[in-house]
C-alpha cells in the first residue's frame, strides 16, 4: 500500500525537478554532450528474463560454496535466463528464508542435521535436492612441515607425546587443540576428553583465525594443530595433513558426549525451499541436476581466492572449459 | 557491605583515605578467601552445555519462526514497518545507488551526488568542509567503490532519518520530563550496549532478509544518541530563558517552540552526528544478512584473507565518516554562529550565492541524470588497487618484522596480568566475587550503585554464563587498565600541546571508524588467536574516546594555575601529577566510564579472533540455532557488565567530585 504512494509519486516529482532542471542548465548543457543514458545498446538492462524469472540464491560465507553458486548462477542467468539474486548470509539465516520465501536454494549444505529436521520435517518450508557430488571432510590437521618432519603425528596415538609442543599462553600446561568458527559441525571438545588426550580446546571464533594460524605454522615452522576442513581453498596454498583418529563407523558419534571417533565424510548437498520446488523454475532442474567433483569446485574457488578473479568470471572460465558437464545439468529429467 | 558503605560516608576530611583503605581490605579478604575455597562453586559451563533459560529463548524463537505467516501481530504490525521502511531504503537507493525505475544507472549519478554533497556542506557548514564533501566524495569513486560507498550512505541517510524521525520527539519527550527521562534510560543503555549480534538473526525473523532488516539493525543502534543528545539539549536550555518566557505569557507550546526547540538546535546537530557515526560503524556487522554497500566487501574479503581489499573498503568507510562528521560539526557551529550574531549584513550576499551554486549543483544533477560519462564513475585510475597493494606489503612487513616481539608482549601481558586476573575471578566461588563486586560498588558509589551491582550479579547468576562472564570481565578489565594507560600518556601529551593533538587527531578518527573487521587479519597474524589479540583489538576502538576525553579534561585546566605552578618552580612532571592530571580528575573517571563501554561493545569481535567467553557464545548462538538461546544469555551478560560497571563508575564520579565536570553528552 505505501509502497505505491511511493512509486507513484516518485515519476511526477521527478519530471518536475528535471524540467525545472533543464531551464536552469540549458546555456552549460549545450557546451558539452556525450552518450546518453538509454540511449544506446551498450546498457544492457538486467529486466531481459525469459520464463524462469527470479532465482534468489544464498550465499554461505566460504570460498567453495561461492564457487558452486557462481557456477550455478552464471549457468542460469546466461543459459536459462534467469534474474540471479544473490544474498549473502549465514547458513541458519539462509534456512530462515526458505520459509518466508527471501531465499530459493543453498547449493552446499554441511550436514546441519539440526537444521533439517527443523525446516525440513518440522515446518515443511525446505526440502533437499541431491548431492553436489562433492565430498566433506572434517578433521584435525597440522601443517606439512610437521607431518614431515615428525610423521607419526599423523596418527592420534602418539599426539599425547608432543602435547607440550604445542602450548601457548591460552592453554595452560596442556596442548592447544584449535577450534574455529562457531557454526562448524565440531564434537572437538568431546574428543579430548574421551581419547584422554592432554590438550585444551581453544576457540579461534572464526575461519580467518584458523587459517592464519596455519599459513603462520607453516611459514615460521611453529606448532600448531587444529580443526579444518576440505574441500576448501586455502589447502591449495599450505596442503595441510590430516591427523587419523579412531575410525569413524557408522553410530560412532550417535551420542555426542560419547563421541570418540573420527568425523564421517559428508555428502554434501543441496537444499531448496518448497515453493522453489514446486514453481516449475527451469532454474530448480539446475540445481537439482548441478553435480560436479572437488576437483572442479577447487579449481573455481582458486580463482576467486587466489587469482583474485570474480565469482562471475571464475564461472565463465570454469564453464567455458566444462561444456559437457553444464549441458548434462540442463537436460531434462 | 551496608557496614563498609557506613564506615566510608561519615567524616568528609578523610573521606577519601578511608574509602581506599576499605577497597584494599576487601581485596585482601577476597584473596584470603580465594586461596581456601579455590575451585569450588565457580558454575562453569561447557561450550555446548545449555540451562533451561537457554531453552526456553530457543522455543521462544522457534514458536516466532513458525507463527509468522499466520499470527496477526506480523501481518498488521511488523510487515507494516518493513514495508515502509523497504521502500524508504529502495527509494533512496535508486536516487543514488542502484539501478532504479526502469534505468540502468542510478536517478542521480557521481557527478550530481558530489555536487550536491558539496552544495549541501557549503549551505549548511562552509566552504572548507565543502571542499573536503567533494575531494572525499571523488576519493571513493577513484578507489573503484562508487556503487558500495552510495549502497552504503543509502543505507546509512535511512537510518539516520528514522532514528530522527522517532529520535528527536522522544528525545523532546524526555527533556521537558523527568520521569520519560528516568523511563527510557535503561532501554537506551539496552540498545547500545546489546551486541548486534544478539539480535541480527531474530531481526531477520521479524522483518525478512534485506534492507529493512539490515536497516533496523543499524536504527537500534543509532537512534539513542540523538534520543539522549536531545534530550539534554533541552536539559540544558538556562532555567532562566525559560521562567522569562512563561513570565511573558508564553504557553508550553510555545515556550518549546520559540525558546526551547531554537536554543537547543546546535546541541541537537551535534546528536545528528553522533547518530550518523554509529551508523556508519554498523556498517560491516549488517553486512552478515545481506546489507548492501562497503561492509559487504570487506567481509567478502576477509574470507580469503585479503587485507588489502578490506583495509581499502574499510579507508572507504573512514573517509565517508570524515566527511560527515566535519559537515555535521560545522552545519552546528554555523547554527551557533547564526544564532549569536542574528541577520548580520553576511545575509545579503549569502542569498544570492547560494542561489547560484544551487543552479549550479542542479545542472549537474541533470547531467549526471542525462549523460553516462556523469552518470558512472569514469574507472578508478587504479587508486584502489593502489590502497590494496601497499597495505599488503605494509602488513607482510609488519608481521614478518614485529612477529617475535608481540609474542613476547603477549605472554608477558597473558602471564603477569591476564591469567591470575583470570583466576583469581573464574575460580573464586561465584558467591565471594558477586559479594565483591557488591561492596567494591557500595564503597566506592553508594548504597544505591551497591545495590545496582547486588540486581546485576543476581541476573548474571541467572543467565548461566557467569564463568563465561567472569573470564570476559578479566579481559575487559585488563584492556580497560592499557585503555587508561594510553589515555593517560597520550591525553596529558596532547592536552599541553595543541600540535601533537592536531597531529594524532586524524589517527584517532580512524581507530574509530575503521571497522574492526579490517584488523582482525593482520592482529591474528602478529598474536595469533589469543585473547591478547582481543585485547588489541578491544584497545584500538576504545583508546581515541578515552584520550580524547582526557585531553579534553587537561586543556580545561585553568591556565592560570599552570602558570601559578611553574612560578612556583615546579617541574613538568610535578604540573602533571599534582595539577593538571587531579584537576581534572571528573575528566579521568569520566574517560575510565567511556573506555569500559567501549572496550565491552568490542567483546563480541574479540569472540571471533580467539577470546571465547561471552563473545565466543553470541557468535555461536548467532551460527548455530541450537546455542541460539545461549548467546542472547551471553548479550544479556554483557549488557548486565556494562550497566554495573557504568552505574558504579558514574556514581564514584558524582561523589568524588562536588563539582559536576563538563558533561560529555553522546560519547
Not at chain 1, 509519486?9 to 528535471?18: F, G, L, N, Q, Y
Not at chain 1, 562448524?184 to 568431546?190: I, Q, Y
Not at chain 2, 530457543?58 to 521502511?85: C, K, Q
Not at chain 2, 566527511?323 to 547564526?338: F, H, I, K, N, P
Request: charge should be positive; hydrophobic fraction near 50%.
Amino acid at each position: 500500500m505505501i509502497g505505491n504512494f511511493i512509486t507513484q509519486s516518485r515519476p511526477a516529482r521527478r519530471r518536475a525537478a528535471v524540467a525545472g532542471l533543464a531551464v536552469l542548465g540549458l546555456a552549460a548543457v549545450t557546451a558539452c554532450g556525450g552518450a546518453k543514458v538509454g540511449e544506446s545498446g551498450s546498457d544492457k538492462a538486467g529486466g531481459a528474463s525469459g520464463k524462469c524469472g527470479t532465482f534468489n540464491l544464498a550465499i554461505n560465507p566460504w570460498v567453495g560454496y561461492e564457487a558452486n553458486a557462481a557456477v550455478i548462477a552464471y549457468v542460469a542467468e546466461n543459459d536459462l535466463k534467469c534474474q540471479v539474486t544473490k544474498k549473502d548470509l549465514k547458513e541458519e539465516v539462509a534456512w530462515q528464508g526458505f520459509g518466508t520465501g527471501e531465499v530459493d536454494a543453498v547449493v552446499e549444505n554441511w550436514g546441519h542435521d539440526d537444521l533439517k529436521k527443523k525446516y525440513i520435517t518440522d515446518q515443511k518450508t525446505a526440502v533437499a535436492a541431491g548431492a553436489t557430488g562433492n565430498k566433506g571432510v572434517i578433521g584435525w590437521f597440522v601443517p606439512p612441515w610437521l607431518a614431515k618432519e615428525h610423521p607419526d603425528i599423523t596418527d592420534w596415538k602418539n599426539l599425547n607425546k608432543y602435547a607440550a609442543n604445542f602450548k601457548t599462553s591460552e592453554s595452560g600446561d596442556k596442548g592447544q587443540f584449535l577450534d574455529g568458527d562457531p557454526s562448524f559441525v565440531t564434537n572437538d571438545a568431546a574428543l579430548v576428553k574421551n581419547l584422554k588426550l592432554n590438550y585444551k580446546v581453544v576457540y579461534g571464533g572464526s575461519e580467518a583465525a584458523l587459517i592464519q594460524a596455519f599459513r603462520q605454522a607453516e611459514a615460521k615452522k611453529s606448532w600448531v594443530i587444529g580443526y579444518f576442513y576440505a574441500p576448501q581453498w586455502f589447502l591449495s596454498e599450505v596442503d595441510l595433513v590430516k591427523v587419523n583418529l579412531p575410525a569413524y563407523k557408522a553410530g560412532c558419534d550417535a551420542d555426542a558426549e560419547k563421541v570418540a571417533c573420527d568425523y564421517p565424510e559428508y555428502e554434501l548437498d543441496k537444499i531448496v525451499s518448497k515453493k522453489f520446488a514446486d514453481s516449475g523454475s527451469p532454474a530448480y532442474d539446475l540445481v537439482k541436476n548441478f553435480t560436479w567433483t572437488n576437483e572442479d569446485q577447487n579449481l573455481v574457488a582458486k580463482y576467486i581466492a587466489e587469482d583474485k578473479m570474480t565469482p562471475e568470471a571464475a564461472a565463465k572460465k570454469w564453464v567455458d572449459a566444462n561444456r559437457a558437464k553444464v549441458d548434462a545439468w540442463l537436460k531434462k529429467s | 557491605m551496608a557496614v563498609a558503605a557506613d564506615a566510608a560516608a561519615p567524616v568528609r576530611a578523610t573521606r577519601r583515605v578511608s574509602r581506599r583503605v576499605v577497597v584494599a581490605a576487601i581485596v585482601i579478604a577476597w584473596l584470603v578467601l580465594f586461596a581456601a575455597l579455590r575451585g569450588q562453586q565457580t558454575l562453569a559451563l561447557a561450550a555446548a552445555d545449555l540451562t533451561d533459560l537457554h531453552r526456553w529463548f530457543n522455543s521462544v524463537n522457534d514458536s516466532i519462526g513458525a507463527s509468522r505467516n499466520s499470527n496477526p501481530l506480523f501481518l498488521y504490525f511488523f510487515n507494516e514497518i518493513r514495508l515502509v521502511i523497504d521502500n524508504l531504503v529502495t527509494f533512496i537507493q535508486s536516487l543514488i545507488s542502484q539501478p532504479g525505475a526502469g534505468r540502468p544507472v542510478p536517478v542521480v549519478g557521481w557527478l550530481g551526488v558530489v555536487a550536491l554533497a558539496g552544495y549541501v556542506s557549503w549551505a549548511f557548514g562552509n566552504i572548507r568542509v565543502a571542499a573536503l564533501a567533494v575531494a572525499g566524495f571523488v576519493f571513493l569513486g577513484l578507489q573503484g567503490l562508487w556503487q558500495e560507498s552510495m549502497d552504503t550512505l543509502a543505507l546509512t541517510l535511512s537510518a539516520v532519518f528514522v532514528s530522527l524521525l522517532i529520535g528527536i520527539p522522544l528525545g523532546i519527550w524526555a527533556g521537558l520530563s523527568d520521569r520519560v527521562n528516568r523511563a527510557i534510560t535503561p532501554f537506551l543503555d539496552f540498545m547500545q550496549t546489546m551486541p548486534t549480534f544478539v539480535y541480527l538473526a531474530p531481526l531477520t525473523l521479524f522483518f525478512l532478509i534485506g534492507p529493512a532488516s539490515a536497516t533496523i539493525a543499524t536504527l537500534i543502534y543509532a537512534a539513542p544518541p540523538a534520543i539522549r543528545i536531545t534530550a539534554h539539549a533541552i536539559r540544558s536550555v538556562p532555567a532562566t530563558t525559560v521562567e522569562a518566557a512563561e513570565s511573558l505569557g508564553s504557553t508550553r507550546r510555545q515556550t518549546l517552540t520559540k525558546v526551547l526547540l531554537p536554543m537547543s538546535k546546535r546541541t541537537v546537530v551535534m546528536g545528528v552526528n553522533q547518530t550518523i557515526m554509529a551508523a556508519l560503524s554498523m556498517v560491516t556487522i549488517a553486512a552478515l544478512i545481506d546489507a548492501p554497500g562497503l561492509g559487504k566487501t570487506v567481509v567478502k574479503a576477509l574470507q580469503t584473507l585479503d587485507v588489502g581489499v578490506a583495509f581499502n573498503a574499510g579507508l572507504a568507510i573512514v573517509v565517508m565518516a570524515i566527511v560527515l562528521d566535519r559537515v555535521t560539526t560545522a552545519a552546528g557551529d554555523r547554527v551557533e554562529a547564526a544564532r549569536k550574531r542574528g541577520a548580520g549584513r553576511f545575509t545579503k550576499w549569502r542569498r544570492p550565492l547560494l542561489m547560484a551554486g544551487g543552479a549550479f549543483a542542479a545542472v549537474c544533477v541533470w547531467m549526471s541524470h542525462t549523460y553516462v560519462w556523469a552518470a558512472r564513475f569514469p574507472g578508478d585510475a587504479g587508486v584502489g588497487g593502489a590502497i590494496a597493494r601497499t597495505a599488503d606489503s605494509v602488513t607482510l612487513w609488519t608481521q614478518d618484522t614485529f612477529g617475535g616481539l608481540t609474542n613476547g608482549t603477549r605472554d608477558l601481558i597473558t602471564t603477569a596480568l591476564l591469567n591470575p586476573f583470570e583466576t583469581l575471578l573464574t575460580e573464586s566461588p561465584w558467591w565471594l566475587v558477586g559479594v565483591v563486586l557488591v561492596a567494591v560498588g557500595a564503597v566506592l558509589g553508594g548504597w544505591r550503585a551497591g545495590a545496582t551491582a547486588a540486581v546485576c550479579v543476581a541476573l548474571l547468576v541467572a543467565t548461566g554464563v557467569w564463568s563465561d562472564s567472569m573470564t570476559t570481565l578479566a579481559s575487559t578489565a585488563v584492556a580497560t587498565l592499557i585503555v587508561m594507560l594510553l589515555g593517560v600518556v597520550a591525553g596529558v601529551w596532547m592536552g599541553r600541546s595543541p600540535l601533537v593533538d592536531r597531529l594524532i587527531r586524524p589517527s584517532l578518527d580512524a581507530g574509530q571508524t575503521m571497522p574492526s573487521f579490517v584488523y582482525l587479519v593482520p592482529f591474528l597474524a602478529l598474536f595469533g588467536a589469543t585473547r591478547f589479540t582481543a585485547i588489541i583489538a578491544a584497545v584500538v576502538f576504545a583508546a581515541p574516546v578515552t584520550i580524547k576525553i582526557i585531553a579534553d579534561g587537561v586543556r580545561a585546566v585553568p591556565q592560570v594555575t599552570v602558570e601559578a605552578a611553574t612560578a612556583a618552580g615546579s617541574s613538568t612532571w610535578q604540573i602533571i601529577t599534582k595539577v593538571q592530571l587531579p584537576m581534572s580528575r571528573s575528566a579521568l573517571t569520566l574517560a575510565t566510564n567511556q573506555g569500559l563501554i567501549y572496550v565491552l561493545s568490542m567483546v563480541v569481535v574479540g569472540g571471533l579472533v580467539g577470546a571465547g567467553a561471552l563473545g565466543y557464545d553470541v557468535v555461536a548462538g548467532f551460527s548455530q540455532g541450537q546455542l541460539y538461546g545461549k548467546g542472547l544469555a551471553a548479550g544479556l551478560a554483557i549488557v548486565l557488565l556494562g550497566v554495573m560497571f557504568d552505574r558504579i563508575t558514574q556514581a564514584a564520579a558524582r561523589r568524588t567530585t562536588s563539582a559536576p565536570g563538563p558533561r560529555q553528552a553522546g560519547h
